[in-house]
């Protein structure tokens, strides 16, 4: 269970922990909360949201939509507010959402041929590192970041890739 010290009741941010879980449905994410036994729903999406990633501190989501042009929506699941809106560099979807550890990097992966693969430094609203992986290689399945943050790890079926994160170069 996530804690934060709370200096003032008006301060305090539950994290997802303390809220309960969340998951897609439609165009709509749908938070629930285990105390209350409530659902909330995070609405700013305009397309099917097919994937969700969650903030090493539990306070924060990552929802990837469907669409010709899709965006990123992070957001923050107790109070439903949109922090960043990333859009225009995937094409048709984003297949995968992942944070790194520190949590100020945002990976995806999009549903275009090339499998498109950006890291996001989502809390200035800039890619940091962009890649089209035109390869032929298959659809990727689930990323994570090696526990330095330096390596992103990319897996899809009889499939396994390395990046090296060295500036703003793959």
Sequence with gaps: RAHRRRDREDDYDPSLAELGCVWPAA?????YEFSTMQQHFYQGHTDEVVCIAVHPTMSIVASGQLGAVPSIHIWRPNDRTCLRHIHGFHKYGIALLEFNHRGDQLASVGLDTDHSLAIHAWTHGSHLVASGRSNGSP????MAFSEDDKTLCVVAHKYITFFTITGRAL
């Design 139 to 142: 659809q990727p399945l689930d």
């Design 27 to 31: 165009n709509i994410v749908v938070v």
